[in-house]
Each structure stands twice: as structure tokens, then as C-alpha cells.
């Protein structure tokens, strides 16, 4: 199999924030945010408590450049804002499509950061998708409201495997096309 190997990242500009691809000195605060039970417990893939070495590997598949995932650093530092205020990736799939996934620290809830950071993200197209796919667990209404506000479609029910729950949680499917 060959290797391709995946372009920069670009940033992506908005007026509140930018979209930048993660820095190792993000390590921190993904720690702490992600580390908070209230954030873990909404993702698939963040354990709760947060296990030693886990950033700091998650920042090194999200800087390699045969990734099939690409992460950017919610950054709200052109409004006085935090560096990192939150995650929002893709991760490719096949086709021409990704599935979308994003977390936003808690002093950032209820602010509307999550939909416009979700809206900026399919407004730049950056891995120039055809469809975009989201799931979210149905006990996080909030995270539903960001993917409808954005213009996503139910598809359906779900479920997918919580690592932070360690358990299977019902989840809500969506589908954008561009």
C-alpha cells in the first residue's frame, strides 16, 4: 500500500476566531478541557480521567502527515479570547466525505462557538467533501442544535461506544451536503 501523504493544514479566518492546526504547546489546555468529565463524557474517544500520554499521542497523529483526520485548535486569541477554546475535526472517509466532530471548553457553552466554528469549517470545505456526516449522543440536545443550526439532516438512530461512559450510548445521526 502507498502512503500519500496529506497536505498543510489550512487556517481557516473568522471574525471571533481562527481555525488553526494544533501546536504541540496545545497540549495544556486539551488536557484540561478534555480532561473535564462534563467535555469527555459528550465524545466517543476521550476517557475520563484523561490517562497520562494520551494528548500528547493524540497530538502526534493529528501532526503526522499520513493522518486520516484533520484537527483544528478552536483559537480565540484575535478577540482576547483563549488560545484554544475548543477542537473541531474531519476525518476523512471515502467518497468524498467526512464525518465532523467538535468539542468546546465549558466557559464557551451557550456563546454560539460551536456553530460558528461548524459553519466556518463547511464554509471553507477545506477537504473539498461532498457530504459531511455527525453523530451526537441523545442525551446533548445542545450539540443536535449546533448541526441543525448549521444545516445538517436527521438520518437517524444510533448508537456508538462512549470510552469516557464505558458503555454503549443511543446516538443521533445527521448528513450535510455541499
Known amino acids: ?14 471574525e471571533r476566531f ?14 484540561l478541557y478534555g480532561g ?6 459528550m465524545t466517543t474517544s476521550i476517557p ?22 484533520d484537527v ?13 477554546m475548543g477542537l473541531i475535526s474531519l476525518e476523512r472517509m471515502d467518497r468524498a466525505q467526512s464525518e465532523i466532530g467538535y468539542w468546546v ?6 456563546t454560539g462557538l460551536a456553530s460558528d466554528a461548524v459553519q466556518a469549517l463547511i464554509e471553507a470545505n477545506p477537504l473539498q467533501n ?3 456526516f455527525a453523530s451526537v449522543f441523545q442525551d446533548n440536545p445542545a450539540s443536535a442544535r449546533v448541526l441543525t443550526h448549521c444545516g445538517f439532516e436527521y438520518l437517524g438512530d444510533a ?12 446516538t443521533w445521526t445527521y448528513l450535510k451536503k455541499l
Open 1 to 14: 500500500m502507498e502512503m500519500k501523504k496529506i497536505p498543510v493544514q489550512a487556517v481557516i479566518e473568522t
Open 18 to 31: 481562527d481555525l488553526r492546526p494544533l501546536r504541540r504547546s496545545d497540549m495544556g489546555l486539551i488536557e
Open 36 to 41: 473535564d468529565e462534563r467535555v469527555a463524557r
Open 48 to 69: 475520563h480521567p484523561l490517562p497520562p500520554g494520551r494528548t500528547e499521542a493524540f497530538i502526534n497523529r493529528a501532526l503526522q502527515d499520513t493522518r486520516d483526520e
Open 72 to 84: 483544528w485548535a478552536i483559537d480565540g486569541t484575535k478577540s482576547d479570547a483563549c488560545e484554544l
Open 105 to 110: 471548553a465549558p466557559a464557551y457553552w451557550n
Open 130 to 132: 461532498n457530504t459531511i
Open 159 to 170: 448508537e456508538s461506544f462512549s470510552v469516557a461512559r464505558d458503555t454503549t450510548v443511543p
